[in-house]
Structure formats: structure tokens, C-alpha cells
């Protein structure tokens, strides 16, 4: 039966977001989104079915199917008004890849990254300024705020049960009591739906990091070595919220992980939220 | 509830039907870009339709060496328009402000974001980019609003050149694993900082991802261009330490007016920077865009490299405006130097109205000077042009036509959008170059012009004005006077005239009107209007004065106390975006934060004048540790504090 539902609620968003006009809200997924200058005392306003008013809008399709309201603006009205979606529609991105937005996140460096992954309904930040997973939580996030002239930042929507905050946190074996190291991001790709990062480590030990949910109990990072490096050390937080294990290696007391090979060729880390209940 | 969903499909696809004949029944007519303006016009504006999933802030235009469209948007998408001119697919997402765009070949390409410069490629061949690589990345970002990653034109080594913009010193400054220690002191009394390297810079990037620091002292340097003859060009944005927005030929090693950038020139790294200092080392714009007679906000320059496709123009420059403006500048060298002539190419109604109308006020900014609002009403208007406002960044298409992306945000009422402006073959009536003679000005027009009236001295009106440089967000024109022309000579062909004066002072903006004058059939010419920055004299003199002060005394003006319109004006262009234009303010979650005048409890009923006063004059510590609201003491006079202080209590204050 829900299956039915979300098919028919799909075909519907998709016939009108493809004819009439722009999707403009989705209220099931939470609050409907009005940047502030938006507000126009000389237009009219509307008042969604949970609760909130919308403001500048003159055309409205709505529908109320017991679960999901849609709210949708016709492009003349959009186009002649200030009112904007983050990203329109997000319903023709595709649900299940990974989806990768740089803005700006909180607890991070600038431009850091927003990632999700929506088929398992988790998401993280990447700081490719401090060169790591900053955070991870089950949820979604709004990039709504960041829109506005003088912006906002990016809406987490959900509790991180994984964080880090340590700068440059993999590094040479002989760099591990710096604060900080010399640490490159060089950019990512995404084969095949799966997400990627590239950097370089003291401008010569190429990386490549991959991320992958494990369902929707935590993320899987696959390192992968390009250069002819022996041994590399990866800082490893203390975590209540979540269990840290690593392939290919071992945690040492003093909070790192060592990685050896001749040459290093890769490992992993694993990160899992912990049960609520044993 | 199965039922009840068979039956919401059902109506789904009928609204469908419907919908797919109604969408038909006019795809041919509006959707293809019927012509909007009279046929007898020599440029038509068409709309280009866009995706409909495309949010349509249009943040860079380009097209690909075989000719397919590219548009990149502010929420960080690139689209591609195929060659049959109607379909698209995204090619990238995600990015971050995305103001520059260089295609390399049809999959892959550089895009300027605000963190980096990235190259982007389709590796799989399935039209959307897989790879995001970084190119270079090494320069300082805070996540502030105002700092922003313009590009992205190649030079003839392969150089890619951009530029950063300043950040506000009211935004938002992120501390957290900054890429370079955060550095917030000013430079001298600037409202826009340079808080990490290269703000306020010109940079080079070469292919291997070294950077070349190019030139300094920009804004908001929002337009990047590089001339077919290899020279790179930057528009600088009106505000502190700029007197109006201009075009400026960007010499390696250069600086060219905001102190700000200084700090990271290592020539000048123990020196006391002063007023006296800035003068010395600062080099003059190209071509000053006088403020409010050419716009507010000026975008990207291009090149009408169409030999002739676009018009009787070939090889001179269009700049969109953020109003609804799109200018004409021709360039000369002088000694070596550029500068030149603007000339407004579409405008649309002009005046305060106007600018209210389409603008908003706020980002229009305020018209500099005591005798702003007169400058708004400069350009002669010619209303009903369908062009848009926000032509932000423009690009010339292979058949010719110039392609407009627009963009306005939340700056003004939504412009958002695509139009291009195609030639008919007709062509216009207009001053094709206004260039420079050792006893005035020669001007070259599209067409043999009425002999009659070429040759008569009164058919022409000449002024000349200099904007100041000092602090002050925008300057006021000044030492204005007329220009007497003493003699004219039409050339026999009848295209060409010169206008003899009766001085010529380098270091001034010569404006020139053009009254009722037609050419051989009677067309009056379309655009009367022309500024050319006279920054050298042919035998080579240039201004020798201080360029912070005026050399005349300007007239006092009688004043019999606060003034309501620039109150307006000046609440429309720093007060609007947190107090709102109804004054009702309100909270965010980044801590900024503003009182509703409105209501019951409104300050304005509490606080005395004077205290309001020494609010918003301030003090710059205390702006900077206790006050969300930037102190106005550096920007504004007593007198403007005055006047925003007498139009919030006349406007907003409860009875």
C-alpha cells in the first residue's frame, strides 16, 4: 500500500513540476522555506495545511493525500516573484545516488561539503579545509538558508552521533604531534554513484577517499594510496555515539591508527552508530 | 484508500492532457522568442527559454567550442543546451557560487567557485560531469556574503583570470578552520575588508595551479575579461574607496584604489598607508561608468569580436547592468593607456521611479552626492524596452547575438533570467566612437549624419565632472562645469565631427548630450549620450592635483533641515536588508538581528534622537564586538544620519 502511495505521490509531483510549474514545498519533509525579503506586505498570503503561511503568491496547487502536501507555484508566478526553492525540483535528482553540495556548514571550514545519502536518510559534512568527516547524523539537512544576499548557513536536520574536530586528521607517521600538517584537497569524482574525495598529503602522498553508507547505521571510508608510502596515521576521536573500527591497521592507545604496508596500499575505517538498546 | 488513489492518478493524467495542449498550444509563439519590440528597431530582445528544474539565477554565460550554451546558476548548477537549441541536461551541481565558466571542449570544463577554481570533466560520456577536480584553491575564504570567485577568461599563455571580492565587515566571518588565520584589521577607514590573502586581487592561475598575483585594490571586481589583444579588464563596484563604478584596464603589479588589498603587497608591508600614499600609487580606471547615469552595477565585459554579426560596433564592449541597462564603451590609446567612452546602448525609463520600480533602491545604492537624484535622471529615457534588470554576465554566441544571464537575488525585485539581443541588419543611429582630437573630441557616427545640424555647435551640450577618492561609500560629482564647444567640423562624408572646446583638463569625466539631431532619413540619434574619462591628453598631461579633495570650491547649499527623499535613499541602501522596507526587521539564526520600528514598543518611541544618533554613528570597536549593526559613522555624515534618522520617524514611527 505504501508503495502505491509514494508511486502515485511520485507521478503526481513529477506531472506537475513537468507542466504547470515549479514545486515549491514539500510539507511532509518539514518546514516550508521563505526567504526573508520574500515578505510583501502588498500580496497575498496562503496558508498551508500544516500551519504555515506563504506570502507573494498568487497561484497555488495544492493536494492532500493524507500524508504528503505539495505545494506548487505556476512558473509566470515564479519567475515575477522573489520566492525560491533552494533547488527545484529535487524530486528529478536522482533519490538514490549520493547527493554533494559545497556551502557553508556548521562546525566546519569554509565551502565545506554537505553530503546525503538519500535512499538510507544519512548525511555528513566533509571539511576539505581541516581534511576530514567533520560530522555524521542520521537526518537531511537545509540549504535554503544559504540563499539569501547577506546568507545564513546550511540547517542540520538530525543529531551527528560521529564527530571530529582535529585538524588534518590522516597524516605521516612523523607528523603526529603537529597541530596541523601540510594537507591538499584536490577535488572529487562520483563513478557509478559512489563518492570519492581526492587529496594529497605533504604534497606528495596522493589519496583518494571513498564514503559509502553500511544501510542506515553508519558510513564505510575506504583509503587508497597512490603513492609508495610505508606507513600513515589516521587520528581516531574518542566517539559516544558511535563504535570506530579500521581494515588494515590497528588503533594505538594514544588515539591514532597506524596503517603499514611496503608500499601502503589502503584501508578502511568503519563508522556505526551505537545501538539505543542493547 | 486504494480507490481513492486510482482515482488521484486518474485526474493526475487528465490534468496532464489538458495541461500538455494548453503548454503546445503556445510553445510556438512565446516560448520560441517572438519578437517583442517594433520591427523598425535595430536590436530585437528575445527570451531564451530555460530548463524549467533550472532555478534561473544566472551567475555565468558561455558556450563550448561547438557551440552549445552553457549557463551556470547561484544554487551551483551548470546546464548545457544542445545544439538544437531546446534541450538541456545539468551537467554539474553542488558547486558553490559559481561566477566564472571556460569550456574546453564539449565535456569538460573550468568553472571559477567561491573556495576554488575546479575542472570539471564527463569521463563516462554520459553528459554529466563525474569528475570535480581542484585546480587552485590558495587563497583565503570565510564564508562571508560579499566575498565572491569572479572568472573565468583565459589569457594567450593559458593563464585563467579571476578575482576575489572584498568581505562586508557586518557579514559573516567564519573562525573555524580558517584556510589562513583570519585577519579583520582595516587597512585605512574601508567598510569592505580583505580578512585573508588575495581579496581586493587580480590572480592569475596557471594550468599547473600556480598563482600569479596580478593587480590590486578592486572592490567587487565583478566583471573579468580578457581583451582580444590580450589585455585584462575588471569592472569595480561603487562603494567605499570607489567613487563610481568603472571599467579598468588591470596592469601586472598595479593598484588600482581600495586599500584594503594592500595588506597582503608585500611593497608595502612597513609603510604607514595614508591618504597621500594611495593617491601616489593608484592608478586611474580606464573608463569611469558614471553612477546612476550608467547603471548601479556593473557585470562582465565582452568583446563584439562578431565582425560585423552584432552591429556597427565590431571590436568595442558591452557591459550589462544590474538595472535595466546595457552600456557601449569604446576604447582608445592614449600614450599607451586606455581609456575612453561609454555610452548607454539599451535603457530602458530612467529616474528615481525607475529605479524604485525595478530596482528596488537597495544595491542600486545611493546616487552619489548632495545632487545624486538628478543623476538618475541623466540618461534621456526610452521606455519600453523589455530587457530585464540583473544583466549581470553576458556572452556572444557563434550566430552573434548576445546572450544576457540575470540575476538579482534578493538585491531587488527578481530579474532573474535569460534574454539575448539579436541585430535586425538595420542600422542603428548612434555615436559609434567618441574619441579624443588635441582640441576636443572627434565623434564618428553609424551613418551619414544631417549636415545641417552635425555642424552647428548647439546641437551639443558638454560638461565635464571628477568623482573624489577617499573613503566615502560612492562619491559626489564634483567640480562640475560646462563646457563651451567653440567650433565644429563635419567631415564631407558627413559621418564624422569634431567639436573643438575651449579646454580640455585631463583628470575629469567629459559628458556629452546630443539634442534632436538626426542623420539623412531623419532617425534621431538612438543613444545621445556619451562619458569619456579623459585621463590623458594627447602631449600626454595628466591630473596633478589631489584626487581626494576638489580643486573648485563647490557652492554651499542652504538647507533647511532633514531631508525625507535622501533619508530614503540612504535607508534603501544600507538599512533595508535587516530593518526591511516596512521596518518591521527581525531575527535570524547568524545573530543578526534588528528592532521593528512598527511596533507598540518601537525604539523609536523610546530612545531620543540623539541617542539613535550615536547609535548608528557608533564606534568601529564596539561595531565589532557588541553590535550586530555595523556602525555607520565612516559611511554616512552627521547631515545623512539626519536624514535616514528623519525618514525612519517620519515613516515608521507608531502614532
Same mark, same amino acid.
Given at each position: 500500500?505504501?508503495?502505491?502511495?509514494?508511486?502515485?505521490?511520485?507521478l503526481f509531483v513529477v506531472i506537475i513540476t513537468t507542466t504547470l510549474g515549479y514545486l515549491i514545498a514539500d510539507s511532509s519533509n518539514g518546514k516550508v522555506n521563505i526567504d526573508r525579503e520574500d515578505l510583501n506586505a502588498s500580496t497575498k498570503k496562503i496558508e498551508l495545511i500544516n500551519g504555515e503561511e506563504l506570502t507573494d503568491i498568487e497561484r497555488v496547487y495544492s493536494?492532500?493525500?493524507?500524508?504528503?502536501?505539495?505545494?506548487?507555484?505556476?512558473?509566470?508566478?515564479?519567475?515575477?516573484?522573489?520566492?525560491?526553492?533552494?533547488?527545484?525540483?529535487?524530486?528529478?535528482?536522482?533519490?538514490?545516488?549520493?547527493?554533494?553540495?559545497?556551502?557553508?556548514?556548521?562546525?566546519?571550514?569554509?565551502?565545506?561539503?554537505?553530503?546525503?545519502?538519500?535512499?538510507?536518510?544519512?548525511?555528513?559534512?566533509?571539511?576539505?579545509?581541516?581534511?576530514?568527516?567533520?560530522?555524521?547524523?542520521?537526518?537531511?539537512?537545509?540549504?535554503?538558508?544559504?540563499?539569501?544576499?547577506?546568507?545564513?548557513?546550511?540547517?542540520?536536520?538530525?543529531?551527528?552521533?560521529?564527530?571530529?574536530?582535529?585538524?588534518?586528521?590522516?597524516?605521516?607517521?612523523?607528523?603526529?604531534?603537529?597541530?596541523?600538517?601540510?594537507?591538499?584537497?584536490?577535488?572529487?569524482?562520483?563513478?557509478?554513484?559512489?563518492?570519492?574525495?581526492?587529496?594529497?598529503?605533504?604534497?606528495?602522498?596522493?589519496?583518494?577517499?571513498?564514503?559509502?553508507?553500511?544501510?542506515?547505521?553508519?558510513?564505510?571510508?575506504?583509503?587508497?594510496?597512490?603513492?609508495?608510502?610505508?606507513?600513515?596515521?589516521?587520528?581516531?576521536?574518542?566517539?559516544?555515539?558511535?563504535?570506530?573500527?579500521?581494515?588494515?591497521?590497528?588503533?594505538?592507545?594514544?588515539?591514532?591508527?597506524?596503517?603499514?604496508?611496503?608500499?601502503?596500499?589502503?584501508?578502511?575505517?568503519?563508522?556505526?552508530?551505537?545501538?539505543?538498546?542493547? | 484508500?486504494?480507490?481513492?488513489?486510482?482515482?488521484?492518478?486518474?485526474?493526475?493524467?487528465?490534468?496532464?492532457?489538458?495541461?500538455?495542449?494548453?503548454?503546445?498550444?503556445?510553445?510556438?509563439?512565446?516560448?520560441?522568442?517572438?519578437?517583442?519590440?517594433?520591427?523598425?528597431?535595430?536590436?530585437?530582445?528575445?527570451?531564451?527559454?530555460?530548463?524549467?528544474?533550472?532555478?534561473?539565477?544566472?551567475?555565468?554565460?558561455?558556450?563550448?567550442?561547438?557551440?552549445?550554451?552553457?549557463?551556470?546558476?547561484?544554487?551551483?548548477?551548470?546546464?548545457?543546451?544542445?545544439?538544437?537549441?531546446?534541450?538541456?541536461?545539468?551537467?554539474?551541481?553542488?558547486?558553490?557560487?559559481?561566477?566564472?565558466?571556460?569550456?574546453?571542449?564539449?565535456?569538460?570544463?573550468?568553472?571559477?567557485?567561491?573556495?576554488?577554481?575546479?575542472?570539471?570533466?564527463?569521463?563516462?560520456?554520459?553528459?554529466?560531469?563525474?569528475?570535480?577536480?581542484?585546480?587552485?584553491?590558495?587563497?583565503?575564504?570565510?564564508?562571508?556574503?560579499?566575498?565572491?570567485?569572479?572568472?573565468?577568461?583565459?589569457?594567450?599563455?593559458?593563464?585563467?583570470?579571476?578575482?576575489?571580492?572584498?568581505?562586508?565587515?557586518?557579514?559573516?566571518?567564519?573562525?573555524?578552520?580558517?584556510?589562513?588565520?583570519?585577519?579583520?584589521?582595516?587597512?585605512?577607514?574601508?567598510?569592505?575588508?580583505?580578512?585573508?590573502?588575495?581579496?581586493?586581487?587580480?590572480?592569475?592561475?596557471?594550468?599547473?595551479?600556480?598563482?600569479?598575483?596580478?593587480?590590486?585594490?578592486?572592490?567587487?571586481?565583478?566583471?573579468?575579461?580578457?581583451?582580444?589583444?590580450?589585455?585584462?579588464?575588471?569592472?569595480?563596484?561603487?562603494?567605499?574607496?570607489?567613487?563610481?563604478?568603472?571599467?579598468?584596464?588591470?596592469?601586472?603589479?598595479?593598484?588600482?584604489?581600495?586599500?584594503?588589498?594592500?595588506?597582503?603587497?608585500?611593497?608595502?608591508?612597513?609603510?604607514?598607508?595614508?591618504?597621500?600614499?594611495?593617491?601616489?600609487?593608484?592608478?586611474?580606471?580606464?573608463?569611469?561608468?558614471?553612477?546612476?547615469?550608467?547603471?548601479?552595477?556593473?557585470?562582465?565585459?565582452?568583446?563584439?569580436?562578431?565582425?560585423?554579426?552584432?552591429?556597427?560596433?565590431?571590436?568595442?564592449?558591452?557591459?550589462?547592468?544590474?538595472?535595466?541597462?546595457?552600456?557601449?564603451?569604446?576604447?582608445?590609446?592614449?600614450?599607451?593607456?586606455?581609456?575612453?567612452?561609454?555610452?548607454?546602448?539599451?535603457?530602458?525609463?530612467?529616474?528615481?521611479?525607475?529605479?524604485?520600480?525595478?530596482?528596488?533602491?537597495?544595491?542600486?545604492?545611493?546616487?552619489?552626492?548632495?545632487?545624486?537624484?538628478?543623476?538618475?535622471?541623466?540618461?534621456?529615457?526610452?521606455?519600453?524596452?523589455?530587457?530585464?534588470?540583473?544583466?549581470?554576465?553576458?556572452?556572444?554566441?557563434?550566430?552573434?547575438?548576445?546572450?544576457?544571464?540575470?540575476?538579482?537575488?534578493?538585491?531587488?525585485?527578481?530579474?532573474?533570467?535569460?534574454?539575448?539581443?539579436?541585430?535586425?541588419?538595420?542600422?542603428?543611429? %548612434?555615436?559609434?566612437?567618441? +574619441? *579624443?582630437? =588635441? $582640441?576636443? #573630441? !572627434?565623434?564618428?557616427?553609424?551613418? &551619414?549624419?544631417?549636415?545641417?545640424?552635425?555642424?552647428?555647435?548647439?546641437?551639443?551640450?558638454?560638461?565635464?565632472?571628477?568623482?573624489?577618492?577617499?573613503?566615502?561609500?560612492?562619491?559626489?560629482?564634483?567640480?562640475?562645469?560646462?563646457?563651451?564647444?567653440?567650433?565644429?567640423?563635419?567631415?564631407?562624408?558627413?559621418?564624422?565631427?569634431?567639436?573643438?572646446?575651449?579646454?580640455?583638463?585631463?583628470?575629469?569625466?567629459?559628458?556629452?548630450?546630443?539634442?534632436?539631431?538626426?542623420?539623412?532619413?531623419?532617425?534621431?540619434?538612438?543613444?545621445?549620450?556619451?562619458?569619456?574619462?579623459?585621463?590623458?591628453?594627447?602631449?600626454? %598631461?595628466?591630473?596633478?592635483? +589631489? *584626487?581626494? =579633495? $576638489?580643486? #573648485? !570650491?563647490?557652492?554651499?547649499?542652504? &538647507?533647511?533641515?532633514?531631508?525625507?527623499?535622501?533619508?530614503?535613499?540612504?535607508?534603501?541602501?544600507?538599512?533595508?536588508s535587516c530593518h526591511m522596507r516596512d521596518g518591521s526587521g527581525g531575527d535570524d539564526d547568524t545573530g543578526f538581528s534588528a528592532p521593528d520600528f512598527t511596533d507598540d514598543e518601537s525604539l523609536l518611541r523610546t530612545k531620543t534622537d540623539n541617542k539613535l544618533f550615536d547609535y548608528i554613528a557608533g564606534e568601529k570597536e564596539e561595531t565589532l564586538i557588541d553590535r550586530t549593526?555595523?556602525?555607520?559613522?565612516?559611511?554616512?555624515?552627521?547631515?545623512?544620519?539626519?536624514?535616514?534618522?528623519?525618514?525612519?520617524?517620519?515613516?515608521?514611527?507608531?502614532?
Open positions: 500500500m505504501s508503495l502505491f502511495r509514494s508511486i502515485c505521490n511520485y493536494a492532500n493525500n493524507s500524508k504528503n502536501n505539495y505545494v506548487f507555484l505556476s512558473r509566470e508566478v515564479f519567475n515575477g516573484s522573489n520566492f525560491r526553492p533552494f533547488f527545484n525540483p529535487s524530486y528529478l535528482d536522482s533519490v538514490k545516488d549520493v547527493q554533494i553540495y559545497r556551502t557553508i556548514m556548521p562546525d566546519a571550514g569554509p565551502s565545506a561539503f554537505a553530503i546525503r545519502f538519500p535512499d538510507v536518510g544519512l548525511a555528513l559534512c566533509y571539511d576539505s579545509v581541516r581534511g576530514g568527516v567533520n560530522y555524521v547524523w542520521h537526518g537531511d539537512f537545509d540549504l535554503s538558508p544559504t540563499v539569501a544576499k547577506v546568507h545564513d548557513i546550511v540547517e542540520i536536520k538530525g543529531e551527528p552521533f560521529y564527530r571530529e574536530t582535529d585538524w588534518h586528521p590522516l597524516r605521516l607517521m612523523e607528523d603526529v604531534e603537529e597541530t596541523k600538517t601540510d594537507y591538499r584537497f584536490r577535488g572529487y569524482t562520483v563513478h557509478d554513484g559512489i563518492l570519492e574525495f581526492h587529496y594529497n598529503i605533504n604534497g606528495s602522498v596522493e589519496v583518494r577517499e571513498r564514503i559509502t553508507p553500511i544501510e542506515d547505521r553508519g558510513i564505510r571510508r575506504d583509503f587508497e594510496v597512490q603513492s609508495t608510502v610505508e606507513s600513515l596515521a589516521l587520528r581516531i576521536e574518542p566517539q559516544e555515539q558511535s563504535t570506530v573500527e579500521v581494515e588494515g591497521g590497528v588503533i594505538l592507545d594514544n588515539g591514532w591508527a597506524v596503517f603499514r604496508g611496503e608500499p601502503l596500499q589502503g584501508f578502511a575505517v568503519t563508522i556505526m552508530r551505537k545501538q539505543e538498546k542493547e | 484508500m486504494r480507490m481513492r488513489n486510482i482515482i488521484l492518478l486518474l485526474a493526475g493524467a487528465v490534468i496532464l492532457i489538458v495541461v500538455l495542449f494548453w503548454a503546445l498550444s503556445f510553445l510556438s509563439t512565446d516560448q520560441t522568442g517572438e519578437p517583442m519590440v517594433e520591427e523598425d528597431l535595430s536590436y530585437r530582445i528575445e527570451e531564451v527559454p530555460l530548463p524549467q528544474q533550472m532555478i534561473p539565477e544566472i551567475s555565468a554565460v558561455t558556450f563550448t567550442p561547438a557551440g552549445r550554451l552553457v549557463v551556470a546558476n547561484r544554487r551551483g548548477e551548470i546546464w548545457i543546451r544542445e545544439l538544437d537549441g531546446e534541450s538541456w541536461r545539468r551537467f554539474a551541481y553542488g558547486l558553490h557560487i559559481p561566477l566564472g565558466l571556460k569550456a574546453k571542449n564539449e565535456d569538460a570544463m573550468y568553472v571559477s567557485q567561491k573556495p576554488e577554481i575546479t575542472y570539471l570533466e564527463d569521463s563516462t560520456g554520459d553528459g554529466i560531469a563525474d569528475m570535480y577536480k581542484t585546480v587552485v584553491d590558495e587563497w583565503g575564504i570565510s564564508d562571508n556574503w560579499h566575498e565572491n570567485t569572479y572568472g573565468l577568461p583565459q589569457d594567450e599563455d593559458g593563464n585563467f583570470v579571476f578575482a576575489l571580492g572584498l568581505a562586508d565587515q557586518a557579514g559573516l566571518m567564519r573562525e573555524e578552520y580558517p584556510r589562513f588565520p583570519l585577519d579583520r584589521d582595516r587597512v585605512l577607514d574601508e567598510s569592505k575588508l580583505s580578512v585573508s590573502p588575495w581579496q581586493g586581487w587580480v590572480l592569475k592561475a596557471a594550468p599547473s595551479g600556480d598563482l600569479i598575483p596580478w593587480g590590486s585594490g578592486f572592490r567587487q571586481p565583478f566583471g573579468v575579461a580578457v581583451s582580444p589583444d590580450d589585455d585584462i579588464f575588471i569592472t569595480n563596484q561603487q562603494g567605499d574607496w570607489v567613487g563610481s563604478s568603472s571599467l579598468i584596464h588591470v596592469k601586472e603589479g598595479q593598484f588600482y584604489g581600495h586599500p584594503a588589498s594592500l595588506k597582503w603587497d608585500e611593497r608595502y608591508a612597513d609603510e604607514t598607508i595614508s591618504v597621500e600614499l594611495l593617491e601616489e600609487i593608484r592608478t586611474p580606471e580606464s573608463v569611469v561608468l558614471p553612477h546612476g547615469s550608467m547603471g548601479g552595477s556593473p557585470g562582465k565585459p565582452v568583446w563584439d569580436t562578431t565582425e560585423g554579426a552584432f552591429g556597427p560596433f565590431a571590436n568595442q564592449v558591452f557591459i550589462g547592468d544590474f538595472t535595466k541597462l546595457i552600456m557601449r564603451v569604446d576604447l582608445e590609446k592614449i600614450n599607451g593607456e586606455y581609456q575612453g567612452a561609454v555610452f548607454p546602448f539599451i535603457r530602458d525609463v530612467t529616474g528615481v521611479e525607475a529605479v524604485e520600480e525595478y530596482s528596488g533602491g537597495d544595491n542600486l545604492t545611493r546616487p552619489a552626492g548632495e545632487e545624486g537624484r538628478i543623476h538618475l535622471e541623466d540618461v534621456p529615457p526610452r521606455p519600453g524596452t523589455p530587457l530585464r534588470q540583473g544583466n549581470m554576465k553576458m556572452a556572444f554566441a557563434p550566430d552573434g547575438s548576445l546572450y544576457i544571464g540575470q540575476t538579482t537575488r534578493d538585491w531587488a525585485k527578481a530579474g532573474d533570467g535569460m534574454q539575448r539581443i539579436v541585430w535586425s541588419g538595420r542600422t542603428p543611429t %548612434e555615436i559609434r566612437t567618441m +574619441r *579624443l582630437t =588635441e $582640441r576636443g #573630441f !572627434e565623434l564618428n557616427f553609424t551613418t &551619414r549624419m544631417d549636415s545641417e545640424l552635425a555642424d552647428q555647435p548647439d546641437t551639443y551640450r558638454m560638461s565635464r565632472f571628477r568623482y573624489l577618492y577617499n573613503s566615502g561609500y560612492g562619491s559626489p560629482r564634483v567640480d562640475q562645469a560646462n563646457v563651451q564647444i567653440v567650433e565644429t567640423n563635419l567631415s564631407e562624408n558627413g559621418e564624422r565631427v569634431e567639436l573643438i572646446v575651449d579646454e580640455l583638463i585631463p583628470g575629469f569625466i567629459y559628458r556629452l548630450e546630443v539634442d534632436e539631431l538626426s542623420d539623412v532619413d531623419g532617425r534621431l540619434v538612438e543613444n545621445p549620450l556619451a562619458y569619456y574619462t579623459l585621463n590623458r591628453t594627447l602631449d600626454g %598631461e595628466q591630473f596633478e592635483g +589631489r *584626487l581626494s =579633495e $576638489r580643486i #573648485f !570650491e563647490e557652492p554651499e547649499v542652504e &538647507r533647511d533641515g532633514p531631508d525625507f527623499n535622501r533619508g530614503r535613499q540612504i535607508y534603501s541602501t544600507y538599512c533595508v549593526m555595523p556602525s555607520f559613522g565612516n559611511t554616512l555624515n552627521d547631515q545623512e544620519i539626519k536624514d535616514v534618522l528623519h525618514f525612519i520617524n517620519t515613516r515608521f514611527k507608531p502614532e
